[in-house]
Every structure is written in C-alpha cells, then in structure tokens.
C-alpha cells in the first residue's frame, strides 16, 4: 500500500504505509543471507497484542545501489587512465640515449 504526498510533480513521492494505515519503517537485515539489504516493516510489527504483520523488501534502494557503483567503478577507471598517461609522459621524460663509437 502506499499513499501519495505532494502530488505537483509526476514523480510524486510516495510513502509507504501499512495495513495499520501507519508509516511503514526501512530497515536493514542483518542476516548472514541478506546483509545490508533494506526491507519495510509496520512500527507495530514486534509490539505484543498488534496484529500487523506488513513486511516486505525495499527493491528500490537495490538500483540505486548499483547505479552509485557504476558510478565509482567509471571514476576509479577514469582516474587509472589519468594516471597511466601521467607515468607515460614521465617515462618518455626519462629515456636513456646510448650511442656507440665504434674505432
């Protein structure tokens, strides 16, 4: 479920609520077989005697975790280029010139 806030735009911001009608909370997992993935779950999901049981993952953050490290793969990749150019020039500043006289 998922209610609408600030509706000026296309994109408009869409909070996630539960079946409780409340704010759904992100999460982090701490599991051996999902570390660091993000997941939503109603704030009443743990208190006693609450019947909610809303939980799901947050697929959203997956894409733009990948995005950010493609993202810094190009920059590493950039700055490797920027500095195998650089040992280039310097390498061609330091050639040695041997000349042979022979008698």
């Not at 409780?20 to 743990?46: A, D, Y």
């Not at 190009?74 to 008698?103: A, P, T």
Request: a positive charge; glycine letters at 4%; one cysteine or more.
């Amino acid at each position: 479920m998922s209610a609408t806030i600030g509706s000026t735009s296309s994109s408009a911001q869409k909070e996630m609520v539960c079946h409780c009608q409340l704010l759904v909370r992100i999460c982090t997992s701490k599991t051996k077989e999902h570390p660091g993935k993000k997941f939503r779950v109603c704030p009443n999901s743990l208190k006693p005697g609450k019947n909610c049981k809303y939980w799901e993952w947050d697929e959203e953050p997956v894409q733009q975790s990948l995005d950010a490290e493609i993202a810094a793969i190009k920059k590493d990749v950039s700055d490797l280029k920027k500095e195998v150019l650089e040992l280039k020039k310097k390498k061609q500043g330091h050639r040695v010139h041997i000349s042979c006289n022979l008698l």
